[in-house]
């Protein structure tokens, strides 16, 4: 009988007779089946351990993390943000999965959470994302009343995002990733530069979603400060530079960013080739991709875009765009100080105001 089974694991070793040995497992880092491969026995032990996988302990941490990824909260993330939740949820299971659920209304239950996150210091972005998902975890356990106190509320955060007035790509951090880089990569630069879009919706976006005017998305859903944010829908106008560049270039398939196999780019693998060809453009700035939609919010107010004008092209809300240009980006960019005074002088031309300054500059004289 031939066994395809989900997850089956296996190994192979050869015996000291020069035999070569396989050796099957119900998943990876899971029980060892015994039973001869192929036979119903063996199909039997298989699905026992997967049931009794299913079946959580009681009790335990592990059990309301096991709920948690049962929950309609979990179940409505982005398919990214389930996959990065994952990662830290296996972490917390390793490290607290054994935990009594009571131990979560003893007083010292937060200082052990606080010392396990600080563990990850060195990292604080991996850090506070641990937090950040443990606390999602008891948050919805207790909401349904598993449990009376979640330990986790308010923990703060390790990692602070700090000024990134210098972390805007600059024209000459521009051409040299450019030219280190691949047509594929260079393509969703351009996307990203002139529509001001995440990585995630751009590299979802086909063909069929530009009409030669307009490029219309469906921003994905995301989670800020704890709380999930819908969806939206964005209709983006093509400048010309952008359009020149999207008639010219080769439809290679249903979307319009892929990879130079001509297959969809997945998101591990476009962040590894944009992190390989960063490295080999040899810029000595901390640039990220996702910096390109902050340089592209920069770039709309240097043009003069007003705050509602640059939500409405790039999808942000109002208070994001605030913040970005308060807090992140333009605090210090000179060339915005030139733009407003221009427009200063321009408004004050030519008027009796204007002429009553120079009247005055030359009776000082």
């Known amino acids: 009988m031939r066994v395809n089974l989900a997850g089956l694991y296996w190994t ?8 070569l040995v396989k050796y099957y497992y119900a998943w990876k880092g899971g029980p060892r089946i015994k039973a001869e491969y192929g036979t119903q026995a063996f199909l ?24 948690f990824r049962a929950s309609t909260e979990f179940k409505q993330l982005g398919e990214k943000t389930k996959k990065d939740y994952l990662r830290y949820i296996k972490l917390i299971e390793e490290e ?10 003893e007083p ?5 959470f606080k010392e396990w996150r600080d563990g990850m210091a060195d990292s604080p972005r991996k850090a506070d994302y641990a937090w950040t998902v443990l606390a999602r975890i008891l948050s919805v356990a207790k909401d349904r009343g598993r449990i009376t106190n979640n330990p986790c509320e308010r923990g703060g955060r ?4 700090g000024d990134r007035v210098e972390k805007v790509w600059g024209e000459n951090a521009i051409r040299q990733m450019i030219e280190a880089s691949s047509a594929p990569l260079v393509d969703a630069m351009m996307l990203a530069l002139w529509t001001g879009q995440r990585e995630g919706d751009l590299l979802k976006l086909k063909w069929s979603d530009y009409d030669g005017k307009y490029i219309r998305l469906l921003q994905s859903k995301t989670i800020r400060h704890g709380k999930r944010s819908k969806a939206k829908r964005v209709t983006i106008p093509v400048s010309g530079p ?12 249903l979307y319009i960013l892929m990879n130079t196999r001509d297959q969809p780019w997945t998101e591990d ?14 810029i000595n700035e901390d640039l990220t991709f996702h910096d ?20 409405t092209f790039t999808g942000h809300s109002l208070k994001d765009v605030e913040n970005i240009l308060d807090k992140h980006y333009l605090g210090r960019d000179v060339r915005l100080a030139e733009s407003a005074a221009r427009k200063l002088e321009a408004m004050f031309q030519n008027t009796s105001f204007s002429n009553s300054e120079e009247r005055l500059s030359h009776e000082s004289v």
């Open 12 to 19: 192979q070793a050869t015996l000291k007779s020069g035999k």
């Open 44 to 67: 039997r032990e298989f699905n026992e351990q997967i049931a009794a996988r299913k079946v959580p302990p009681k009790g335990i941490v592990f059990s309301l993390v096991a709920e």
């Open 96 to 105: 607290f999965g054994d935990m009594p659920i009571g131990a979560l209304e």
């Open 108 to 112: 010292g239950a937060r200082g052990e």
């Open 158 to 161: 390790l990692y602070e995002s």
């Open 242 to 253: 952008l359009k020149t560049y999207l008639d010219a270039s080769k439809k290679r398939g």
């Open 269 to 282: 693998g476009f962040r590894s080739s944009w992190g390989k060809a960063f490295d080999n453009a040899g």
């Open 292 to 311: 390109l939609r902050g340089s592209a919010v920069i770039r709309l107010a240097l043009a003069g875009s007003t705050v509602p004008e640059i939500a």
